[in-house]
């Protein structure tokens, strides 16, 4: 059973859940669908919640028998030793104005463009599989570097092979990475991800191909019954297929050469990673790109 709150959420995201669940009061919906179909509409939700906001909340074999996720801003899913807790955070009030005169705006704009000197908090993330089926493969290598208040850091972990796993051959070639290293110096999958959720805290996720990342944490998520990442997440491939039409192929060293970016160790998830942050920085610059 899921429940989904929605507030000031465009009209046509509340006729879409109506599909899969009933609306038992204003912006209030309940259904009772599997965990796939539940995953397919929080990311719809996700994508068409327009200034809005959302929570779900639905059953998982925790203590409480429940988790849920959260867009609100104003809060913040925390893991307290398995146990999800809604944290309060502190936050000023932005409130979308209308009808102001022009020095109103021209003051607006300039609160924008000091945002913009300061630079926007945001983490770039990369993995390293086995393969590209989360239900047959496994992660091998997360990286993640982030910025913020200006402020550059890095997270790199290696995964512990699975019982009775082993790297193919091909993929041990292009990631360096062999069984008795992530055997010998990788930590569970389960550790690696909270740790990943404490350095990401809840700021935007941007990644290349990001939903194949997504994909592969979600399946360890709900295996281990663990809580959601609640970050904005931006995939930088699709606006990358909208502003360069033309490209031989998309696959991201081919996109980095493009863009004079030097990618130091190709498949390695945090060399990657950081690339791909450059990646975003020079969409930024070059279109403005919104993260």
């Given amino acids: 059973m899921i429940v989904i709150t929605l507030t000031k959420v465009p009209h046509s995201l509340r006729g879409d859940l109506t599909k899969w669940c009933q609306e038992i009061q204003p912006g209030i919906y309940v259904g009772n ?32 028998g429940y988790t849920f996720r959260t867009t609100r801003r104003d809060k913040e899913v925390v893991d307290a030793d398995g146990i999800p807790l809604m944290k309060t955070l502190f936050q000023t009030s932005e409130e979308e104005r209308h009808g102001f005169s022009n020095a109103y705006r021209f003051h607006q704009a300039k609160i924008s463009s000091h945002r913009r000197e300061r630079g926007v908090s945001f983490a770039a993330l990369d993995l390293e599989t086995t393969g590209l089926t989360p239900s047959t493969n496994q992660i091998i290598s997360i990286g993640a570097v982030k910025i913020e208040n200006g402020q550059l850091a890095s997270f790199y972990r290696l995964i512990k092979m699975e019982p009775g796993r082993a790297i193919p051959p091909d993929i041990a070639r292009v990631t360096k990475l062999n069984n008795r290293l992530l055997n ?108």
């Fill in 184 to 291: 010998t110096k990788g930590v569970e999958v389960k550790e690696a991800i909270i740790d990943l959720q404490h350095f990401v805290k809840n700021i935007p996720i941007i990644g290349y191909n990001l939903l194949f990342d997504e994909r592969f944490l979600q399946a360890a998520i709900i295996r281990y019954n663990m809580v959601q990442f609640n970050n904005k997440m931006v995939d930088i491939l699709p606006y990358i297929k909208q502003v360069d039409k033309f490209c031989d192929n998309y696959h991201l060293g081919t996109i980095l050469a493009k863009y004079g970016i030097e990618n130091e160790q190709p498949h390695n998830a945090l060399s990657d990673a950081k690339a791909t942050m450059q990646l975003a920085e020079k969409l930024i610059k070059k279109y403005d790109f919104k993260i």
């Fill in 33 to 64: 669908v599997s965990a796939r179909v539940r995953e397919r509409l929080w990311q719809r939700v996700n994508e068409n919640i327009g200034r809005g906001e959302a929570t779900l909340v639905y059953n998982t074999n925790n203590e409480l």
